[in-house]
C-alpha cells in the first residue's frame, strides 16, 4: 500500500498529533501537521487527534479550521478522529455547547465513560476485524444515538465506540498510543481509498 | 471473540490521559468562577488550589491541599480535566483526592512537604501523578515511584521564568548526554542520577524521557510560555501568572495561544498585545524560600 506521494493530515493544534504521525510515517504515507486552513489542500485524509475537544474546538474556531474543514471535507475529504476527534465531529453533545464540526450524523456523549479513574483498557470487537483490537480509553467519549448514514463498527456495554459514515470515521479509543496499525490501515485503505 | 476484561489504573491509561494534554496550558485556579475564565480560554485542564503560589508565598504557613468541597465545586464547574496538589509525601492526601475522583494529582514543592526522606508510592494508585523536578536524576525517581508525567519545577510564585528555563535545560541536556554514552557507561551515569538503571537505559535508547515533560513556576507571559516549547517541554502550567495579572481573561487565552502557536513569532506577538498588567515578578535571589529544593 502507498508509498505513492500520498499526503494525509494530521490536526496539529493541541493533543496527541505525534503519534499519528509517527503512525503515517511507518505505514508509508507523507504526514502534515494541519495548524492553519491552506495546510488542508491535496490531502488525502486528515486525521483529529486525541485531546482537550473544547480546546481543540476553540483554537480551530480562532484559526478559520472549522471552517476550512468542513469545506475539506464537503469537497470529498477524509476524516477520522479518536477520542477528542470524535466529539468535534458529532453534530450535537449531551452537555453545555462547545464548538463542533459536525460532519457526522451523531449525539455524543463526552467523558461518557467516567473521570480519568474510569479510564480503562479493553479488547474490543471490531466490525470487519478478524482479530479483536486493543481499546485504549481515555476519559473516553461514545455516541449515544446515530442517525441514518452512521454504521456501528464497535461498541462497549451497549455504548457506540466506533462508527462509520460517509468518508468519515470515528473511534473513541485511541489505536495511536497502540502498536496495532489496523485502525491507520483502514482508514488509509478502506476510507481514503490509498 | 474479545474478551470482556476491563483494566483500569494501567501505566498506559494513566500516561496516555498526560498524551491528551500535550500542546496545552494547565492553569491554576481557587474557585469555580476562574475555573470557567481557564476553560473558556482554552485551558486543557485546570489545578484546583486553595492559594496560588504568589499567596502562600506571601502569607507563609503550612500549605495543604485544598478543601475538598472547593475541588467539588470546581469540578461541577467545568467539563475539562481537574487536577489538585497534595504535599510530598501525604499519601493520605492522595488517597482523599483518588476518592473525589480527581482526574491528575501533583504530589507538589509549592505546598509543604509531609516527608522529607519519602515522596509517595505512587503505583497504588489508580489516578495518576504529576511531579516537579530539577534535573534528570529526580524526574527518573519520580517515574521510578510511579509518576506517569514530569514537570520541570521552576520557581513557582515569583513570575519570574529563569528557573523554569535552568530546570528544562538541564532536563533536556541531561538526556541528550545520555544518549551519547556507551552501554558499558549507564550503570555509572545512573548512579550519578541517583536514577534507576532501567529508566537510564531507557532514556539513553529513546532520547526521551517516557512520559510526557511539562513545565511550570514563573510563567507569565506569552512569550514565557512559548521560550519554554520551543526548550522542549510538551505543554506548559500557569499558576499565580494568570489570576495575578490585570487582565487574567484576555492573559490565559493569550497564553494559550502562544502555546500553540509557540513557532511562530507574529502569532507570539499578536497574542502579546494590550494584555495590560502581568503580575509582578520577583528576582529568585531576593526570596527568602526556594520551594524547588524540596524534593527527595
Known amino acids: 500500500m502507498a508509498g505513492n506521494g500520498d499526503r494525509v493530515g494530521v490536526l496539529a493544534l493541541q493533543g496527541d498529533f505525534r503519534e499519528h504521525v509517527q503512525i503515517l510515517q511507518r505505514l508509508g504515507v507523507e504526514p502534515v501537521e494541519v495548524r492553519r486552513p491552506e495546510e488542508l489542500e491535496d490531502l488525502a485524509g486528515l486525521i483529529i487527534p486525541g485531546g482537550e475537544s473544547t480546546t481543540i474546538g476553540k483554537l480551530m474556531l480562532e484559526n478559520g479550521l472549522l471552517d476550512a474543514v468542513r469545506s475539506y471535507y464537503y469537497r470529498n475529504g477524509k476524516v477520522w478522529g479518536t477520542c477528542a476527534g470524535m466529539v468535534l465531529l458529532a453534530s450535537a453533545t449531551t452537555g453545555p455547547p462547545q464548538p463542533l464540526i459536525a460532519l457526522m450524523n451523531a449525539l455524543v456523549e463526552r467523558n461518557g465513560f467516567g473521570r480519568q479513574v474510569h479510564s480503562f483498557e479493553r479488547e474490543l470487537d471490531v466490525k470487519g476485524f478478524d482479530e479483536p483490537f486493543p481499546g485504549v480509553f481515555i476519559r473516553a467519549p461514545f455516541f449515544e444515538e446515530v442517525g441514518p448514514g452512521v454504521e456501528v463498527l464497535s461498541e462497549v456495554q451497549g455504548r457506540i465506540v466506533a462508527a462509520a459514515g460517509e468518508r468519515v470515521l470515528a473511534t473513541a479509543f485511541h489505536p495511536e498510543l497502540t502498536d496495532d496499525t489496523r485502525f491507520h490501515e483502514y482508514f488509509l485503505q478502506e476510507v481514503c481509498g490509498i | ?296
Not at chain 2, 15 to 36: F, P, R, Y
Not at chain 2, 76 to 82: M, T, W
Not at chain 2, 101 to 122: F, G, M, Q, R, W
Request: aromatic residues 4%; charged residues 25%; contains cysteine.
Open chain 2, 1 to 296: 471473540m474479545a474478551e470482556n476484561a476491563q483494566s483500569t489504573g494501567t501505566f498506559r491509561v494513566k500516561s496516555g490521559m498526560a498524551q491528551m494534554l500535550k500542546g496545552g496550558v494547565i492553569m491554576d485556579v481557587t474557585s469555580a468562577e476562574q475555573a470557567k475564565i481557564a476553560e473558556e480560554a482554552g485551558a486543557v485542564a485546570v489545578m484546583a488550589l486553595e492559594r496560588v503560589p504568589a499567596d502562600i508565598r506571601a502569607e507563609g504557613g503550612v500549605a495543604r491541599m485544598a478543601d475538598p468541597e472547593k475541588i467539588a465545586e470546581i469540578q461541577a464547574a467545568v467539563s475539562i480535566p481537574v487536577m489538585a496538589k497534595v504535599r510530598i509525601g501525604h499519601f493520605v492526601e492522595a488517597q482523599v483526592l483518588e476518592a473525589l475522583e480527581v482526574d491528575y494529582i501533583d504530589e507538589s514543592e509549592v505546598l509543604t512537604p509531609a516527608d522529607e526522606a519519602n515522596h509517595i508510592n505512587k503505583w497504588a494508585f489508580k489516578v495518576p501523578f504529576v511531579c516537579g523536578a530539577t534535573n534528570l536524576g529526580e524526574a527518573l525517581r519520580r517515574i521510578g515511584e510511579g509518576a506517569a508525567m514530569i514537570r520541570s519545577k521552576g520557581e513557582a510564585g515569583t513570575g519570574n521564568v529563569v528557573e523554569a528555563v535552568r530546570h528544562m535545560r538541564a532536563i533536556t541536556g541531561e538526556i541528550r548526554r545520555l544518549a551519547t554514552l556507551g552501554e558499558e557507561e549507564l550503570m555509572s551515569a545512573a548512579k550519578q542520577h541517583g536514577a534507576p538503571y532501567e529508566l537510564v537505559k531507557w532514556v539513553a535508547q529513546n532520547g526521551r524521557l517516557p512520559v510526557v515533560l511539562f513545565t511550570a513556576g514563573g510563567i507569565a507571559t506569552p512569550a514565557d510560555a512559548a521560550m519554554m516549547m520551543q526548550l522542549g517541554a510538551d505543554g506548559v502550567f500557569v499558576g499565580s501568572g494568570i489570576f495575578k495579572s490585570g487582565d487574567p481573561v484576555k492573559r490565559a487565552a493569550a497564553i494559550v495561544r502562544a502555546t500553540t502557536n509557540y513557532k511562530d513569532p507574529r502569532a507570539i506577538a499578536e497574542a502579546s498585545k494590550g494584555l495590560g498588567e502581568a503580575m509582578v515578578g520577583r528576582s529568585v535571589g531576593e526570596l527568602e524560600e526556594r520551594l524547588a529544593v524540596r524534593g527527595w
